[in-house]
């Protein structure tokens, strides 16, 4: 008798199932890509960058307009979101981001007016912050106790550059 190699059966049932699994995973990409589950792209400056989602912050809305209250994410990239289900971000609320050692970087979109009191306060990894025309108010402790090298992105001749020179901050144009 011949020493025949079996060889395994694929069966047309197992190919059907790993296609249609396959299928799913990639309508279901398409899908929450198209939703902005994973951020919309949007402009800081000269940066563009993903969105975070908008779950990963906590808000109180007003008349349309959006105030951040707490940021719950250990994200080290926060690109902030423009709008939170429709409504304008407006405010970065007083202690929002306090104390948050994860964030080296934050952009803030265009449209936000106020970052108020001690937004940032003691973010010791905070090295970068990107700072729109838009704001047009900063509270005074809201980049206190930052890292070593922590800068100012912004507009020359913008708020937040006047803002800076004031308080001794670090302040680079955004080009």
């Known amino acids: 008798m011949e020493n025949v190699e079996k060889k395994p059966k694929i069966s047309f049932m197992s190919i059907s199932i790993a296609l249609i699994v396959l299928l799913v995973i990639i309508v279901g990409t398409v899908v929450a890509f198209i939703s902005g589950f994973f951020g919309d792209e949007i402009k800081y400056g000269s940066t563009k960058a993903k969105a975070l989602p ?69 973010c010791v990894n905070l090295q970068y912050v990107y700072i729109p025309d838009s704001v047009t108010e900063i509270g005074l402790n809201s980049f206190m106790g930052n890292g070593d090298n922590f800068t100012v992105y912004g507009e020359k ?19």
């Open 54 to 122: 908008q779950n990963n912050f906590s808000i109180e809305t007003d008349d349309g307009n959006v105030k951040i209250i707490s940021f719950n994410s250990e994200a080290s990239t926060v690109a902030i979101p423009k709008k939170f289900e429709g409504d304008k971000l407006k405010v970065i609320g007083e202690e929002s981001f306090r104390e948050n050692n994860s964030i080296y970087k934050v952009l803030i979109p265009d449209g936000v007016e106020v970052i108020e009191d001690k937004a940032f306060y003691y």
């Open 157 to 175: 001749d913008s708020y937040a550059e006047e803002f800076c020179k004031k308080h001794s901050i670090q302040f680079k144009e955004d080009k």
